[in-house]
C-alpha cells in the first residue's frame, strides 16, 4: 500500500488483568503478601502467566513491544514462588528506570540488587515467612544472588515448604565423599562440594558432573 507507512500502531492490550492476576496470586503465594504484589502491579503492570517447570529458570522477565512479561515455574511452593515473583518485578523496575542510568545495568547488577531488596523489604517486615525462610531470607537479601538456587541454605529452607507424595531423602551437599546416591534415576558417586554446587561421578560412564548441592538425593547403602 502506498500510504502503509501512516497507518497507526495497534493499540497494545495489556493481557494480564488485575482481577486474574488477583485469582492467582491468591493460588500461588501467602494471602497475606497479595496485596502488596497487587500494588506493584496497580504501580508498573505486566503480563502474568504460570509456567510449567523449567530446569534453567524459576521465572522470567522479558520486555516486548513497550509490554513487561513475568512468568514464575508453577511447581514452586508458595515461599519460593513470591521469592521468585518479586524477583523478576525487580527486572522489571530496572528495565523502567534503565534510561536513568548512565550505562545499561548488568542482568544481576547493583541496581538489580538494589532494587530486589527494596522490594522484599515489607515482605521480610510483614512476617510473611515462617522464621525459618525469614532468618535465611534476611541474611541473603543482603547481598541477593542470581539466582535463589546459588544460595544452598535459601534452597533448603524454601524446600522444607515443597509439597511431595515421595518423602524428600539429604541433599547432596549432606552426604559423605565417596558416598553412592540416585539422582534423576542415575547411579553416582559423591566427590566433593564446592561453593555452590557438587563434583560428582557417573557410576555407570565414570564421567564427572556438577549438580546443585541442595538437590534433594536418594542414599545408597
Avoid at 496485596?35 to 529458570?57: A, E, G, M
Avoid at 518479586?86 to 550505562?103: D, G, N, P, T, Y
Avoid at 524446600?159 to 518423602?167: A, D, R
Amino acid at each position: 500500500m502506498l500510504f502503509g507507512f501512516l497507518k497507526k500502531k495497534p493499540v497494545l492490550v495489556q493481557k494480564t488483568s488485575v482481577e486474574k492476576l488477583n485469582k492467582i496470586l491468591l493460588a500461588k503465594i501467602p494471602e497475606n503478601a497479595v496485596p502488596y504484589i497487587l500494588d506493584l502491579w496497580q504501580h508498573s503492570p505486566f503480563n502474568f502467566t504460570v509456567s510449567r517447570s523449567r530446569k534453567t529458570c524459576l521465572g522470567n522477565y522479558r520486555l516486548k513491544d513497550n509490554q513487561h512479561y513475568i512468568s514464575v515455574n508453577g511447581d514452586s511452593n508458595q515461599y519460593a514462588f513470591l521469592v521468585t515473583l518479586i524477583h523478576e518485578i525487580a527486572h522489571q523496575h530496572v528495565a523502567i528506570q534503565q534510561k536513568l542510568f548512565r550505562r545499561r545495568p548488568a542482568p544481576h547488577g547493583i541496581e538489580w540488587k538494589t532494587t530486589f531488596t527494596k522490594l522484599m523489604a515489607p515482605m521480610l517486615d510483614l512476617g510473611v515467612f515462617p522464621e525459618d525462610i525469614h532468618v535465611v531470607l534476611k541474611k541473603h537479601m543482603k547481598n541477593p544472588a542470581a539466582s535463589s538456587t546459588k544460595d544452598p541454605l535459601l534452597m533448603k529452607a524454601l524446600g522444607n515448604y515443597s509439597q511431595s507424595e515421595i518423602p524428600q531423602g539429604p541433599t547432596l551437599s549432606e552426604i559423605q565423599s565417596g558416598d553412592l546416591f540416585v539422582f534423576n534415576n542415575k547411579k553416582y558417586k559423591k566427590i566433593e562440594n564446592r561453593r555452590t554446587r557438587t563434583l560428582v561421578e557417573c557410576a555407570v560412564s565414570k564421567k564427572r558432573y556438577t549438580i546443585a548441592s541442595f538437590a534433594p538425593i536418594q542414599l545408597l547403602d
